[in-house]
């Protein structure tokens, strides 16, 4: 249901979803997102066992937290809750802990000194400075797609801006950018067989049990940032992977390892997450026209409609912690040791935190959603070129496009961690 008159689009619709899916789903399976996120489920555990104890196939289980207010405080308590022994749901022993960590990996004050190699580069007054650039390349990134009427607007658009802008800041060349995005689904779609050879439960990955992701592609990136790394060495410049090599806040540098794991992480993260919530944006919008003519109409509530994006999208469903203490948390003893889950998906639909949370509003005035951690130490380091990259690219399709219209299947991201729609067809209307 919509408000509004004919005169003036809506500003919000209710239940924006088309479907909430199962309410019984299995939320450990990669194949329960195969349709969408089960929203259905999060919704009856949030009511019915907000500390819910899940149990996995193969795996110790893990502590479920689905309420905002809980998943707020874990992710800030990080003395109680720990990231040392891992932030996804894969349990791994110390000696693979120790070959793949990145700085997500580590807690204040390690995490802070790694993070300030690079976070200069990320800051909102530092993004705001990119913005002209952002800009040009979204331009010809929309102006190369609308060549066709029909294309695939996670191929076509949505991959195409992250992928350009990470290569800028990493300081490597437009022809690389296709290997980074390769690259990128290999890891963050490392239970995809669309994306990978060796989808994690589904094949055996023993053999790469010592890299990021236990994906294949990871060993490619670790050759590839070794490259990078011989040529800054020789000939520093103003980039990311300049930046890396520099001495961390203890007068070190990176070890290779440490280097390589870093670099992986920001092949990861700098391309997938933003692609995905672009093209959630655009799936909404096509689902409902008259939040895109309202929004068409009102360039002011281009900021709301962003952050709206963000929490409805939720792309990095959850972030695990482990519990380093004791501690009881709604009548439940979470034990030293035991994993702890936050889900953000879940948290950023909680009645508690939001009002009429499946209800997608152009212009929510308080929206402190948790899609990027919210702020706490592991506040992700890139939202704010996220949050510009969205914006331009919005501002950018609404100058040029009416209206999009479904032209084919929509098909989703295989995978518990990341909520994604990997293909969109779309025609031009």
């Given amino acids: 249901m919509s408000t509004g008159s004919a005169e003036q689009p809506a500003l919000y619709v209710e239940d924006y979803l088309p479907d909430l899916g199962s309410a019984d789903a299995d939320i450990t399976s990669h194949d329960a997102y195969t349709s969408g996120v089960p929203h259905a489920t999060f919704q009856r555990l949030r009511s019915t066992d907000p500390v819910h104890w899940t149990d996995e196939a193969e795996g110790s289980g893990f502590w479920s937290i689905l309420k905002y207010h809980d998943a707020l405080a874990v992710s800030r308590d990080v003395e109680t809750f720990t990231s040392s022994a891992g932030i996804r749901l894969e349990e791994m022993d110390a000696e693979q802990t120790e070959a793949r960590r990145t700085m997500m990996e580590f807690d204040p004050p390690d995490h802070t000194r790694l993070r300030r ?34 294309f695939d607007f996670v191929h076509a658009i949505a991959e ?27 890891l963050l779609g490392n239970t995809d067989p669309e994306f990978t050879d060796f989808p994690i439960d589904l094949t055996d990955t023993e053999q790469f049990r010592m890299v990021p992701f236990r994906s294949p592609a990871a060993v490619e990136i670790f050759q590839f940032a070794q490259e990078q790394a011989a040529d800054r060495r020789e000939c520093p410049r103003g980039d990311i992977i300049s930046q890396l090599l520099e001495p961390t806040s203890d007068g070190q540098p990176l070890t290779d390892l440490e280097f390589n794991n870093f670099f992986t992480l920001l092949v990861a993260a700098g391309n997938d997450t933003t692609r995905y919530t672009m093209t959630h944006g655009v799936w909404t919008m096509m689902n409902h026209p008259t939040l895109w003519q309202a929004w068409k109409n009102d360039a002011s509530l281009t900021e709301t409609a962003v952050e709206e994006i963000l929490r409805t999208s939720a792309v990095t469903m959850h972030f695990r912690r482990t519990a380093a203490r004791d501690i009881e948390m709604r009548g439940k003893l979470i034990k030293a040791g035991d994993k702890v889950v936050m889900w953000f998906n879940s948290a950023n639909h909680d009645e508690d935190g939001f009002e009429h949370p499946f209800r997608f509003d152009l212009a929510r005035a308080k929206n402190d959603h948790m899609s990027f951690g919210r702020n706490g130490p592991h506040l992700c380091l890139g939202a704010w070129l996220a949050r510009m990259e969205v914006r331009v690219v919005f501002e950018e399709l609404m100058k040029r496009i009416d209206r999009f219209e479904l032209n084919g299947d929509v098909e989703y991201l295989r995978s518990n961690f990341i909520a994604g729609i990997k293909h969109l067809p779309v025609r031009v209307i």
């Fill in 117 to 150: 190699l690079v976070s200069k580069g990320f800051t909102r007054r530092t993004v705001e400075s990119f913005e002209d650039a952002i800009r040009a390349l979204a331009v010809d990134v929309i102006e190369e797609a609308l060549a066709e009427d029909e």
């Fill in 160 to 186: 195409q801006l992250p992928m350009r802008m990470l290569g800028r800041l990493l300081g490597t060349s437009d022809d690389d950018g296709h290997r980074l995005v390769r690259w990128g689904d290999a």
